[in-house]
């Protein structure tokens, strides 16, 4: 929009309202986005549900969780440091496992199975040391 000014010049008018909204807008969209991005990094960490037991052993720990109808577990380091063998496996009673494993920095996992009225045992493994639950959930 242009305007006659004071002493008759043209000049723009409602350039900086604009400005302001396009700068609010594109502020607003990055920190959605980058609490998306945080989200997704949490949830990639972590299981749903909530924590029914941790075994700690040396070299880290192995957490299970439970939602109404999945355990999950996870396998997490004491310290986070160079690539080291990691294992976290879990398996409901009368199915089979359900293993990751291989070579990280910080974490094994998640590995999450249906266990609905079902029992889970879990296990975990960094370099060289592990830990175990049993049957639990039942």
């Known amino acids: 929009m242009w305007a006659v000014g004071p002493t008759g010049e043209a000049r723009r008018t409602g350039a900086a309202p604009a400005r302001l909204v396009a700068l609010s807008l594109a502020t607003a969209l990055v920190l959605v986005l980058v609490g998306t991005v945080t989200s997704r990094a949490e949830a990639a960490t972590s299981c749903?549900?909530?924590?029914?037991?941790?075994?700690?052993f040396k070299t880290g720990e192995l957490r299970v969780f439970k939602s109404r109808a999945y355990a999950c577990a996870v396998a997490i380091a004491?310290?986070?440091g160079p690539k080291r063998a990691m294992s976290v496996t879990i398996q409901p009673r009368g199915g089979g496992p359900v293993v990751d494993s291989g070579s990280y920095t910080r974490q094994a996992g998640p590995v999450t199975v249906h266990a609905l009225n079902r029992c889970v045992r879990a296990s975990a493994a960094i370099a060289g040391q592990s830990g175990s639950t049993g049957w639990i959930l039942c």
């Open 48 to 56: 749903a549900g909530r924590l029914v037991k941790t075994v700690p």
């Open 78 to 80: 004491r310290k986070p």
